[in-house]
């Protein structure tokens, strides 16, 4: 079977594929759109796949397009990030990067044809005014004292608005369309308002910025876009859209379809939130890994491959839900089972000291980088007389369920050797400070030679070779599944959502590379953190745990 037959379908696929059969459209040319005022979360991720997947699946077109119409909130760091953004998921834009502000001169013109159609009037009611007179949604809206006036007055007065003799909410240009249709966005929307700011692209050649719903739908007839996909809460702007391209000069008539957007567990998508949590220091930065930004979850140690499976698995419908987080974890997971090398790391150490083992050696072991994959290579890891082991794998007396070191009982280091817990110093408050052991030295690579089972293996670090750490364990950022519906969504932030292990990983990580993924043995997916990790104090995010435990938690 070919990768387009076994590509799974969706309505919109199949839109495409009727309308390549109609001879309606001879290639596909799509676009992802992205405001720059913030950085892109896993909800643009899905549109990313969606817009450059069928771009690639249909040998067609899909543009990178900056829909920079908000000076104020814009900047050129989060036009940066969501170029890096769009590369690291695995695509590419076709031709130069667009903004809609390369289209300024054209939309102007065309505002000016709209005006000239008596379709457009300036209008000098309030902001509050405006929307006093657009009515509700059970009434009607009623008309402005501004609407009829001359095609020559509105042509004067946009003039003026442009030369900046309008201050700022003092005036904008509005469709003339119908007060009193039932769809509130056809009752005379704005199409451009006064603004005195700098733009990222254009600098201060304009004072006037036009609308979203006045700018997409051109920038998109001069692309040539065949297929503007949008998610559904621009369901009834498509009835502007429409309008727009039906009352001006242009070549090209697009077609906008509408798409459920993607709703996470235990996240915010909404970007003034997440822009929120940014400002207030609630996260450290938009890259924090506890946010659902894609540079943030790229921090955390998530491969672009789970992203774009996660997008394949929810699919695309028109139905709106809510995803479970845990859903994203199993796609991360999967991929770094597959393909992320091994290694030992320990969180919470305890020393052991084998007495029978000589105090000034070390062993170089040589251990296999992943169990199931031998052209991943091994590792040399050293083995020495004192070795750290997770607090929680020692117990003084257990039943038969604990595969771990229990007092005079056995088990086995892993690549290692088999060692029996001898006897335990503690402190003054009585916690276990060294566990004293004996190994086995014929137990490398082999079962004891006397036949006897050892069950347990456990992981560990060479005490003295070992390599301090800091551990980030990250957790859910929010404590219910869906924040956006609470009160005060700052109010339900997960206290333990981020926590720190002063932990010891084996030598080989210090060469550790940004953007690969760790099995730490029996601990979880881990990343060297791409901001704070140095040579000298390394720094691991914890990616995903073994399995999902939040479920059983929660």
Partial sequence: MSEAEARPSNFIRQIID???????????????????????????????????????????????????????????????????????????????????????????????????????????????????????????????????????????????????????????????????????????????????????????????????????????????????????????????????????????????????????????????????????????????????????????????????????????????????????????RDDLNENAPRAMAVLEPVKVVIENFPEDQVETLTVANHPNKPEMGNREVPFTREVLIEADDFREEANKKYKRLVLGKEVRLRGAYVIKAERIEKDEQGNITTIYCTYDDETLGKNPADGRKVKGVIHWVSASKGVPAEIRLYDRLFTVPNPAAAEDFKAVINPESLTTKQGVVEPSLVSAAVDAGYQFERTGYFCIDSKDSTADALVFNRTVGLRDTWAKVN
């Fill in 18 to 332: 009727k309308d390549i059969a109609d001879g309606k459209h001879n290639s596909v040319h799509t676009r992802f759109p992205p405001e720059p005022n913030g950085y892109l979360h896993i909800g643009h991720a899905k549109s990313i796949c969606l817009n450059f997947g069928i771009a690639q699946d249909y040998q067609g077109q899909c543009n990178l397009r900056f829909d920079d119409t908000n000076p104020e909130k814009e900047d050129i760091e989060y036009v940066d990030s969501i170029k890096s953004d769009v590369q690291w998921l695995g695509f590419d834009w076709s031709g130069e990067i667009c903004y809609s502000s390369n289209y300024f001169d054209q939309l102007h013109a065309y505002a000016i044809e709209l005006i000239n159609k008596g379709l457009a009037y300036v209008e000098e009611l309030s902001a509050d005014e405006i929307r006093e007179y657009r009515g509700t949604l059970t009434a009607p809206g009623k008309e402005s004292p501004y609407r009829n006036r001359t095609v020559e007055e509105n042509l004067a007065l946009f003039e003026k608005m442009r030369a900046g003799d309008f201050a700022e909410g003092a005036a904008c240009l509005r469709a003339k369309i119908d007060m009193s249709s039932s769809f509130m966005v056809m009752r005379d929307p704005v199409l451009y308002r006064v603004r005195f700011a700098h733009h990222h692209q254009t600098g201060d050649k304009w004072c006037i910025y036009p609308m979203y719903d006045f700018t997409h739908c051109i920038s998109d007839a001069l692309e040539g876009i065949t297929h503007s996909l949008c998610t559904l809460e621009f369901q009834d702007n498509r009835r502007l859209y429409d309008w727009v391209l039906e009352n001006i000069t242009i070549e090209t008539q697009p077609h906008q379809y509408e798409f459920s957007r993607l709703n996470l567990e235990y996240t915010v998508m909404s970007k003034r939130k997440l822009s929120q949590l940014v400002s207030e220091n609630l996260v450290n930065g938009w890259d924090d890994p506890r946010m659902p930004t894609i540079s943030g979850l790229r921090r955390r140690g998530f491969t672009p491959a789970s992203i774009r499976e996660f997008c394949q698995r929810i699919g695309v419908t028109k139905q709106e839900n809510m995803i479970e987080f845990s859903s994203l974890e199993s796609c991360v």
